[in-house]
């Protein structure tokens, strides 16, 4: 039985032991210094706080202290840690990474070198790994239309396994894949990558819609429609400049992540209180009351900066991008209905 540690025992952590247990991998749960009420529920036989669904005994945690002991022996290890924690954990966990077979990646962002070039996640992995002159095992990067709490309770998920090295995707997801969790493979890890945090972003400007609807009264459906389309011609044509493959957005990590994240993601739920009328401020402090992250603010500073750096002309190109920016604007919003129509409209030919 091969043995798989999970770093992050926050809700996509802990969910996905749900599916590694029933394909039979031996499964360690490790928690970060910011997880230790999580781990005290899951130990005391309670449902996870965050997806409110019963961790399998078969899981064995381990606590901030205890992560050399949680990666001794680990065939895979999988970092599930927020965007923004990536960097420390990697460091702290290098050594146990190292020696493992893969490294899978359900984290979601983008994150700045030490010179403030912003890097997809993988990439920033690597930079560090070579800054400490370790090798790295193959990198598999996860992502795809699962909400936590439905992948925890075992009910019909679909995923993605995205690897440079094809028949290491597949491979894992032949490993892995369940009647409940279904699991595609590509080798377009880019693609997945830019997705991933892409959809973050752009489930707020659903929300917004949804939000303004329930404000004013009248669905903004039409409105929604336009934004979902608008922002999966953005995910591929980013993807394109990054050096991904253009239809990678028209499937799981892109239409389908962004379906699922649209329709009660934190980031919609953030969006919908704008819409609504909240400032960007009120509504991120009643998220963060919530502890519910909303991982889309972070990606979108660093999108627009990735952007320009590789020479996307943002206005023309990505509009909805730039829309969303403006209407998070914690400083001066703007106004979100013009400003999101704005962007998703068709203009004259």
């Known amino acids: 039985m091969a043995t798989i540690t999970v770093l992050g025992a926050g809700a996509m952590g802990s969910a996905l032991c749900r599916p590694l247990v029933d394909s039979g991998w031996n499964v360690r749960l490790w928690g970060t210094w910011l997880d230790d009420h999580l781990v005290d529920a899951i130990e005391a036989g309670e449902p996870h706080p965050r997806t409110h669904v019963l961790v399998s005994h078969d899981v064995k945690t381990y606590r901030s202290s205890e992560l050399g002991e949680a990666l001794n022996g680990a065939d895979v290890v999988v970092m599930a840690v927020a965007s923004v924690g990536v960097p420390r954990v990697t460091e702290l966990a290098l ?20 010179d403030g070039r912003i890097q997809l996640l993988p990439d920033a992995i690597r930079t560090i790994a070579r800054a400490h002159d370790v090798a ?108 991904a493959e253009s239809e990678t957005a028209y499937g799981l990590p892109g239409v389908g992540d962004l379906e699922v994240t649209g329709l009660s993601g934190r980031n919609k739920i953030y969006g919908e209180r704008i819409g609504r009328g909240e400032t960007p401020s009120e509504a991120l402090a009643e998220m963060t009351r919530l502890e519910q992250t909303v991982e889309g603010i972070p990606a979108t500073d660093l999108a627009l900066r990735l952007a320009r750096q590789v020479g996307v002309d943002v206005a023309l190109e990505l509009p909805l991008l730039q829309a969303v920016a403006d209407v998070i604007d914690p400083q001066t919003p703007a106004d979100p209905e013009t400003t999101i129509s704005r962007a998703v409209l068709p203009s004259l030919p």
Not at 104 to 114: A, H, I, N, R, V
Not at 152 to 165: E, H, P, Q
Request: hydrophobic fraction near 45%; include cysteine; charged fraction near 20%.
């Open 95 to 114: 050594d146990g990474i190292s020696r493992a077979d893969a490294l899978w990646l359900t984290s979601k962002g983008f994150c700045p070198d030490e």
């Open 136 to 243: 790295l095992p193959p990198i598999v990067a996860i992502a795809g239309p699962v909400k936590a709490n439905e992948c925890a309770a075992g009910v019909a998920t679909a995923t993605i396994f995205g690897c440079s090295d094809l028949e290491v995707a597949r491979g894992y997801a032949r490993q892995t894949r369940t009647d409940s969790y279904a699991i595609a493979a590509t080798d377009d890890e880019t693609g997945v990558e830019v997705c991933a945090p892409m959809k973050n972003i752009y489930a707020i400007a659903l929300g917004v819609a949804d939000g303004l609807g329930e404000a004013l009264g009248s669905p903004r459906h039409n409105l929604k429609a336009a934004t979902f389309a608008r922002a999966v011609e953005e995910m591929s044509l980013f993807g394109e400049k990054l050096g």
